[in-house]
């Protein structure tokens, strides 16, 4: 079942490649694909500038995949810790493909030891946010 699950990932993910680099350049919303095209290929300095820009961190593309559904699938390690770093993140978002939320793409997706560290990351993040609900001076992340 798995090995089902993640081969239709995988070939989703490789479409979604595919038609961003075919179509996206033509889109209205090409802001949103180039940060989405950075984050799969890794590319900090591009996503960096897409965070300090005030690009919406949360727009997924046509199934709600966000950039931190689509840095977890690429193992982007890097661009995990910038977008989670930002704190300008749904963390609790679900994609409409497999309806998860990040926490469980990032199990899913953990294949090694890069994989276990992401899972890490995320991890630490939801703790840290949900210790502050109730708290006076909750940070900035959006749950």
């Known amino acids: 079942m798995l090995d089902v699950l993640f081969t239709k990932s995988v070939l989703f993910v490789l479409g979604l490649w595919v038609g ?17 095209r950075a984050v799969a290929a890794g590319d900090t300095s591009k996503v960096r500038r897409h965070i300090e820009k005030g690009t ?3 727009k997924g593309e046509y199934v709600e995949q966000t950039p931190l559904h689509i840095a977890i699938a690429f193992q982007q390690e890097e661009v995990v810790k910038l977008l989670l770093e930002s704190k300008r993140v749904n963390i609790t978002h679900q994609n409409n ?15 090694d030891t890069k994989g276990d560290r992401i899972v890490q990351l995320i991890k630490k993040t939801v703790a840290e946010a949900e210790m502050y609900v109730n708290a006076s ?7």
Do not use: H, I
Not at 20 to 36: A, I, N, R, T
Not at 97 to 111: M, P
């Open 20 to 36: 961003v680099l075919l179509f996206g350049w033509q889109s209205p919303e090409k802001e949103k694909y180039d940060l989405l």
């Open 56 to 58: 919406d961190l949360n």
């Open 97 to 111: 493909f497999f309806g998860e939320s990040t926490v469980n793409r990032a199990l899913r997706a953990k294949k």
């Open 137 to 143: 001076d909750p940070p900035e992340y959006d749950v």
